[in-house]
């Protein structure tokens, strides 16, 4: 098994990221944007062979990508309603993501093997998967999570956090900090 890293941040993010191994060394780049039907997630060796792709193939509330895995499609994920509190099931693939997708703690199965484990510390996620082969498919996998999770985590956390700062900063206290600390994340939402 071998240990792969990538900023928290960057796997929920539009753009590139890079996943590095233990020592450092740049492994794969992923690339790609989230929001719109047929818009993808792909991740590419560092030489520049395309690997794994993540396709978008409906949107809303429960959107749903396939995943393709050098130019196959081996199986399709998709967002359910009690995401948070419940396990996903990877279709084709047989495969079973169970933990808390939130803090990026989970682990996937197939049957009772342990196919990837992921470890988060905030800043960094650690993710041991069983197989090199299987490791561009971990990463798209582990790339949707998280980006279904940082949407989660906009209308909850900073809610808590602004809660917190806001009794400091402007002297509010109880219910009055939360409503303002409310209102403040549904206007950064819909703007």
């Not at 749903?64 to 279709?91: C, H, P, T």
């Amino acid at each position: 098994m071998r240990a792969l890293y990538i900023r928290q941040d960057s796997l929920a993010a539009k753009g590139a990221s890079v996943v590095r191994d233990a020592d450092r060394r740049s492994i794969y780049l992923l690339v790609g944007k989230w929001g719109r039907h047929q818009d993808a997630l792909s991740l590419y060796q560092i030489s520049g062979d395309l690997l794994a792709e993540l396709r978008q193939t409906s949107l809303g509330l429960l959107p749903r990508f396939d995943i393709y895995y050098q130019g196959e499609k081996v199986g399709a994920i998709s967002k359910r309603l009690g995401f948070f509190n419940e396990m996903i099931y990877i279709s084709n693939l047989h495969w079973i993501i169970v933990g808390n997708f939130v803090t990026g703690n989970y682990k996937i199965y197939h049957g009772t093997t342990t196919i990837m484990n992921s470890r988060s510390d905030g800043d960094l996620r650690e993710m041991q998967i069983i197989s090199q082969n299987l490791e561009p498919i971990c990463i798209c996998i582990a790339a949707t999570l998280d980006h279904w999770a940082s949407g989660h985590s906009q209308l909850k956390n900073p809610a808590q956090a602004w809660h917190a700062s806001l009794k400091r900063q402007l002297g509010l206290r109880g219910s009055r900090a939360w409503h303002y600390a409310n209102q403040q994340v549904w206007h950064r939402m819909m703007h």
